[in-house]
Each structure stands twice: as structure tokens, then as C-alpha cells.
């Protein structure tokens, strides 16, 4: 035993350092020669710089020469600017806060939803409100229930709601919609009526006025009254819920809207700084304000780009903080991160999963504080328990099983991270700069300026989309044509109208007239005690007045919000599903499709790659692809090209044949088949297309064409 350890350790001695000094060291040029040579003939300039969305050109390599200026020196994980996080020690001591959402229609039914998530891994009770309940709304003024989320509308749904959930140990995230302040007052009311303390509850009851009025074009109530209501929660959460926030900005109406992400941040930005203004004039302290705010953003399909995203945010809010007068803690800005809805699609959903886990994976590396996952289903019905395990166990796996949780700031250092991240920030403060030159946030949405610029973007998407430089798997490329869509799921709304009526009925039916009477007088003349206007609401609740008989006292005399340009939500694949759809629905009605013969001429090997191409681009619109094995003579094509019946016939082959197989078989189609459309596989040479279009061809499809206009006009031609 010793005779072996003494050998190994001579050896050990033997051994000389290791040297890489025998090998040429590489320079950018003699990389760039290499990679021309790999091109053959390619343009270099074309080929390996990318453009994006927010108008910054993705270098094919990064290198210390070309960009270690863009690496800051000194700077460390929870100091500074907070560039590299919030937390010196990441997430090694404290994980990110799992926060998957529930949607149940019934507070019920939420509740147990939302008890077995933090029993499976969540570690926050996210509780989504439909769109009647944000809008202080319910059944009783005719609002539908469920659409988005939990109807809630009397004390005991707060109470059914909340019934033991561990306020202590899990924190709470609900989007509330203009405002927060009758939800918080009847969740005042609930937790006192249950026995637990208020001193506990943490997490989100946020308000996002302005988000809600560039999402809907308008408000319920006025703006001024949105930010005295924000006011109230702001200082009653100091004083009796210290650990709770109560302001929301939330990037997503402009994410949803196709934004890009310097938009989505600069306008959410500016969407903070309106809050902290409106709030300072309501003599808030820049302490508090902090300490009240968080942002939630959507994490999108460009990987590094949504990690460079979240360091740019940290550094300007650092800088906006800094010139309100807040302290270095009160700098570090807290993120709540969820996975785009932008980019799910409808059909081939499960690759929603692979587009969920890259997203929560930037998110991680991005260092948010807390992230929300949803599910693969998300854009076609309400998750359920199997849709909402595996988008929890995503986080699960990426916290136990990749070890996410270290090390602190993995791209930290990165040449390409930190440069992209430096020119984002640029892109978003010169952004943001000029809203401020409009007069901010609320000016610049009334002049419809955010509006147009999330316009433009999502114009640009949806082209990118059409020509297939963007590839949406399963939809705009690789359709599944034996696909089966997912079971939509729909609930019954007469139903579930039936039972809220009959609840709140029921509910309001107990009130004292005498107490009511009381508390909407009080709520009428209101309060300009700070943060009192909660324990109004709060015993306004206690008498069984509902979310929307309160709201209507509140805005006795209120004058409603300015109409805008509303930013509507979009998916970027839904032309393509909408031009699929038509198609199968028009099978169902009518049993016919749009046919597509290929006129595949000569041997397989000569048009495989064109007739492949040919049919992946037909069936993205759900068409039928008539395919053979070819033809020897245009003769022979053309007879089978008729026999078929087809509408369209692709002519298939290569570059070579053409001038020789096209105009005879395309004149030929034409004269036999006058109402077909005749299509040639390949992008024909200028000087041969008018030859070709003289001989009968309609139109070309190569990797350059408008496959949705295409698709779109074929659809028209039909009758679809």
C-alpha cells in the first residue's frame, strides 16, 4: 500500500505544469477569416450579427478586447446599484418564493387549490381575481363570473378565501386591479374575525391604476382617487402590516401588447415614478413608498436578453431611488417574475413547457424574488391540478434538482451578459428619459405615444412571424397536422351566476339596514386621516356590505378616468392559429379543404427538398397535401394534377429544371385547370419570373415568402 502511494507521488513529482504556450493564440480576425471560410460566400455582416426587438445588434462573439470595458470592477452581489442582486448571498440562504397561481371561479374552491400548491412545493398563495372582482363588480350589475380568475364580492368570500392559510409562514400575491383598498379592508376584517394577527400578513394586495387604464382605455373610478386609495393602503400596511406591499406595476400590459423590452421597463418605470410622486404629494415618506412597491414583468423567449433585463431594471431603479432620496436599502427593487403569456400558443401547447422552463430559467439567473410559472394550457382554459404540478415542478427542479440556488450571480463577469446589459439600460433610461419630456407616464398615454410604439413592435413580431424569420414551433413551422386540441373546459356561467346571486343574496339578506346606513354614510364623507379609509371599508364589510356596494359609496360623486388608446393583450402566434382554425372549421361544415397537389418532377432526389419544404409550409394552414413520388414528363404531371382536383398545384424540382419544366407544365395547368392557383417551390431568378408568370404561375414560396398572406389569400380564394 505505501510501495503504491509512494510511486503515485513520485509520478506526481515528474508531472511538468501545464502549458498551453505551444498554441497559437487565436485573434478576432483569424476567427473571422475561419467563419467567412465556413460561410461559403455568405455575407459575414448578414450572417453572424442579429438584430432584436429592442434595436441592439447581438455581436457573433464577445471577447476582453472588444467589450471588458463593459464589465464593472468592484461590484458585488447586494451593494452598489444592486447590477449583480439584491441579496449578497443570492438565493443560498432565502430561494426565490415559488408562486403559482390558482384561478378556481369559487373562493372555495381557490382555497383548496391554494392550500394543496404550498403543500406541493409553492411557497406563496397567488390568487388570481377575475375581471369583475378588479372592477369592484359582480353578478348582481349583470358582470359574468370566473373569466380570469376567483369571484369575490362579500366578507365571507374573503374568509372562505384565506381559511387556513399560514399567513406567517407564506406570503400572499393578488393583483387587485385600480385598487387595493376594499380587498384589504375586508381581509382586515377576515383575519380579525379569524382570530390572526394583521402584523403577519406579507406578500401583495397590490393596485396597478395606471397599468389597468393602458389595459382597458379607461377606469371605474378617477385617477386621483386610485392614488388616495393607494395612499391609505401605502400608510396602513406601515402601521399595521409592515411587511406588505400594496403598490403594484406590472409590465405585462405592455409585454401582452408585444412590447419589446426596453418599452416594457421604461414605461413601467415611469409608471413608478408617477406612484411615488402622486404619493409624496399625499405626504408619503420615500422610506415607505419603497418598502410598498413591487414590480412583476414577464420573462420572454430571448434568453440572455431577459437576464440582462432584470440588471439593467436593478441599476436604474437604484438611480431613480437615489435621486428621490432613498437610502441604499430602499435602492434594491423587488421583482416578482411570471413566464410569458406573449408567447404561448394554442396548438403543439406542450412546447409551452419547454418555453416555460428556458423563462423561469432566465428569471432565476436574473435574480427575481419571487416567480410565477404558468400553466402549458394558460392561453386555451383554466389550468387544472395536472397542469398546475408540472409548471410548479419546474421551480422545484430548478431550485433541488439544477441547484439554481448557487452560485450567486452565475453570469456575473460574462462579456456577453454584462455588455448587453449595459446597452440595455442605455436603450431603457433614454426611453424613459423622453416619457419624462412628454410629462410622464399619464400625458405620454394619453398622447397614445406607448401605445404606438407597442403597435409598431408587435406589427414587426407578427411580420417576423409571416415570413418565418421568427419560428413558432408547431404553428407558424412543424405543424402537427393529427393534432387534437385541448378540451377548452368551459364552465357553465349560468350555473355558476346562479350560485354567486343566490350567495350574495343570502349574504347582504342578514345586514342590519340601520348599520348599513351608517357605514355608507361614513364611506361617502370619507377620511383624510391617514391609512384610515381601510378600517372604514373594513367595518363596511363587517355590515355585509358587498366589494361593489362599497365601491359605490366610495365614488359618490367621482368622476370616472380619461378614456385612452387601450394596449390589447396579444399571443404572437394568433393569426397563425386563427388561419388554422378557419381551415378546420370549414371541414367540419363543408367535409373539403384547400387541396394541394405537388407536381413533384423527376426522380425523389431531384424534388425531396422542395417537396418537403412545400408541404410544411401548406400544412401550417391545416391543408391538404396531395404528395407522390414524381413524374417523368409534364405531360404526365399535369394529367395528374387534373384527375385530382386539386386548388393549388406546387410545382416541385430544382433551380436547373426549371427554365425547362416550368412554362410548359405551368401552361398546361392553366389551360386545363383555369381556377387553380399555380405555385412554384423555389425563389425564381429576376430575369425568369416574368417568364414564368407569363407562363401561368400565380405566385413563389421560398424561405423569403409571406407564408400567412399566402395561406390567408389561398383561404379567401376557396371561401373559407
Known amino acids: 500500500m505505501s510501495d503504491v502511494m509512494n510511486s503515485n507521488a513520485s509520478e506526481t513529482q515528474m508531472l511538468e505544469p501545464v502549458s498551453f504556450d505551444e498554441f497559437e493564440k487565436p485573434t478576432y480576425e483569424k476567427w473571422q477569416e475561419e467563419v467567412v471560410k465556413a460561410l461559403k460566400g455568405g455575407d459575414f455582416n448578414k450572417k453572424m450579427f442579429t438584430k432584436t426587438y429592442e434595436g441592439i445588434t447581438l455581436q457573433p462573439i464577445y471577447t476582453p478586447k472588444q467589450h471588458q470595458e ?41 382555497n383548496h387549490a391554494s392550500l394543496y400548491e404550498i403543500v406541493k412545493g409553492s411557497s406563496i398563495h397567488n390568487i388570481r381575481l377575475d375581471e369583475a372582482t378588479r372592477h369592484d363588480q359582480d353578478v348582481q350589475v349583470g358582470a359574468a363570473v370566473g373569466v380570469g380568475g376567483t369571484s369575490l364580492s362579500t366578507l365571507q368570500d374573503c374568509s372562505e378565501l384565506v381559511e387556513r392559510f399560514n399567513i406567517k409562514e407564506n406570503p400572499v400575491y393578488i393583483e387587485t386591479g385600480a385598487s387595493s383598498a376594499i380587498l384589504l379592508g375586508m381581509l382586515n376584517a377576515t383575519l380579525s374575525e379569524q382570530k390572526k394577527q394583521v402584523k ?47 403598490v403594484l406595476v406590472c409590465g405585462d400590459v405592455y409585454a401582452n401588447g408585444g412590447a419589446n423590452d426596453v418599452q416594457e421597463v421604461a414605461y413601467s418605470l415611469a409608471t413608478a415614478v408617477c406612484y411615488i410622486r402622486q404619493l409624496a404629494q399625499r405626504h408619503v415618506d420615500i422610506h415607505t413608498i419603497a418598502q410598498s412597491m413591487m414590480f412583476t414583468f414577464s420573462l420572454g423567449a430571448n434568453f440572455f436578453m431577459e437576464i440582462a433585463k432584470l440588471r439593467a431594471l436593478r441599476i436604474i431603479w437604484a438611480r ?24 404561448k400558443t394554442v396548438y403543439d401547447p406542450y412546447v409551452n413547457l419547454l418555453r416555460n422552463t428556458t423563462q423561469a430559467f432566465s428569471g432565476v439567473v436574473g435574480g427575481v424574488d419571487s416567480l410565477e410559472v404558468s400553466p402549458f394550457d394558460q392561453p386555451i382554459r383554466k389550468s387544472d391540478d395536472f397542469s398546475r404540478r408540472i409548471a410548479r415542478n419546474i421551480q422545484v427542479m430548478l431550485q433541488t434538482e439544477f441547484e439554481l440556488r448557487q452560485p450567486v450571480d452565475p453570469v456575473g463577469g460574462s462579456w456577453y451578459v454584462e455588455t448587453l446589459a449595459a446597452e440595455l439600460a442605455d436603450k431603457i433610461w433614454a426611453e424613459f428619459q423622453l416619457i419624462e419630456s412628454k410629462g410622464g407616464i399619464i400625458a405620454a398615454l394619453k398622447e397614445g405615444y406607448p401605445q404606438h410604439q407597442v403597435k409598431e413592435v408587435l406589427a414587426e413580431r407578427f411580420k417576423n412571424l409571416a415570413y418565418r424569420k421568427d419560428v413558432a414551433v408547431g404553428n407558424n413551422m412543424y405543424a402537427n397536422m393529427t393534432e387534437e386540441l385541448l378540451d377548452v373546459k368551459a364552465e357553465n356561467q349560468d350555473t355558476l351566476r346562479q350560485k354567486r346571486a343566490e350567495h350574495i343574496e343570502s349574504f347582504v339578506s342578514r345586514a342590519d339596514a340601520k348599520e348599513i346606513a351608517e357605514v355608507q354614510a361614513a364611506l361617502e364623507t370619507g377620511t383624510t386621516e391617514p391609512g384610515a379609509l381601510i378600517g372604514i371599508i373594513s367595518k363596511a364589510a363587517e355590515a355585509r356590505l358587498t366589494m361593489r356596494q362599497i365601491r359605490k359609496a366610495l365614488d359618490a360623486g367621482d ?39 405537388l407536381a413533384n418532377m423527376g426522380p425523389i432526389p431531384q424534388h425531396k427538398p422542395r417537396a418537403d419544404f412545400s408541404t410544411g409550409f401548406f400544412e401550417v394552414g391545416a391543408f391538404e397535401v396531395l404528395k407522390n413520388d414524381g413524374f417523368e414528363t409534364t405531360a404526365d404531371a399535369a394529367q395528374a394534377a387534373r384527375d385530382s382536383g386539386a386548388d393549388v398545384v406546387v410545382i416541385c424540382s430544382t433551380d436547373a429544371t426549371y427554365p425547362e419544366l416550368v412554362p410548359p407544365l405551368a401552361k398546361e395547368i392553366k389551360e386545363t385547370m383555369p381556377h387553380a392557383t399555380v405555385i412554384l417551390a423555389g425563389a425564381p431568378p429576376k430575369d425568369l419570373e416574368p417568364t414564368y408568370r407569363e407562363a401561368g404561375v400565380d405566385d413563389f414560396i421560398s424561405v423569403r415568402a409571406n407564408c400567412y398572406a399566402i395561406l390567408n389569400a389561398l383561404q379567401d380564394k376557396k371561401g373559407m
Open 559 to 597: 368622476i370616472p378616468s380619461e378614456m385612452i388608446e387601450a394596449i390589447s393583450a396579444h399571443r404572437w402566434t394568433e393569426q397563425f392559429e386563427a388561419l388554422r382554425m378557419r381551415t378546420e372549421e370549414y371541414k367540419t361544415r363543408t367535409k373539403d379543404n384547400v387541396k394541394v397537389f
Open 320 to 343: 431613480i431611488m437615489d435621486a428621490f432620496g432613498a437610502g441604499e436599502s430602499d435602492r434594491a427593487v423587488h421583482v416578482h417574475g411570471r413566464t410569458s403569456a406573449f408567447t
Open 200 to 246: 403577519y400578513l406579507k406578500g401583495l394586495v397590490g393596485a396597478d391604476p395606471i397599468g389597468v387604464w393602458a389595459k382597458d382605455g379607461a377606469l371605474h373610478i378617477a385617477l386621483d382617487t386610485a392614488f388616495d386609495e393607494m395612499a391609505h393602503t401605502v400608510l396602513w400596511a406601515k402601521d399595521n402590516a409592515p411587511h406588505l406591499r400594496t
Open 70 to 110: 463593459a464589465i464593472p470592477k468592484g461590484v458585488y452581489p447586494g451593494a452598489g446599484e444592486f447590477m449583480r442582486g439584491t441579496k449578497a448571498s443570492g438565493y443560498i440562504q432565502e430561494s426565490w418564493g415559488v408562486s403559482q397561481y390558482v384561478e378556481e371561479s369559487l373562493p372555495k374552491d381557490a
